[in-house]
C-alpha cells in the first residue's frame, strides 16, 4: 500500500511540474517563453496571413465594422486580444476625420 501512494505521488508531482506545448510535454517553468517565441515569430506577418487566409475579407469586414460604429472624437475602444491593432487604428483615423 504505501508503495502504490508512493508511486501515484510521483506520478502525480512530475505531472505538475510539466505541461503540454504543441505536440510536445515541456517545463510549465519554459512553456511562456516558448509562446512568446511563436507569437514574436510571426507577429510582422499576422496581418499578410489574415489576408492570405481570409481572400483579404477580414480587411472589409473590419472596415463595415468601423463604418457600424461610427467613432467620433471622444468615443472610447477597447481593441482586446486585436493582433496586430488594425482595428484600433482604423477606430482612431476614422474618429480623427470625423
Known sequence: MTQWFMFRY????????????GFRTVDKDSKQ???RDV???VAGKYDIMNDVM?????RLWKDD??????????????DVAGG????????L???RKG
Open 10 to 21: 510521483m506520478i502525480k508531482d512530475n505531472a505538475e511540474e510539466t505541461t503540454h506545448f
Open 33 to 35: 517563453g516558448l509562446v
Open 39 to 41: 507569437f514574436d515569430s
Open 54 to 58: 481570409s481572400g483579404g475579407l477580414h
Open 65 to 78: 465594422m468601423i463604418r457600424a460604429l461610427r467613432p467620433t472624437a471622444g468615443m472610447n475602444l477597447l
Open 84 to 91: 496586430t491593432g488594425d482595428i484600433a487604428f482604423r477606430f
Open 93 to 95: 483615423e476614422a474618429a
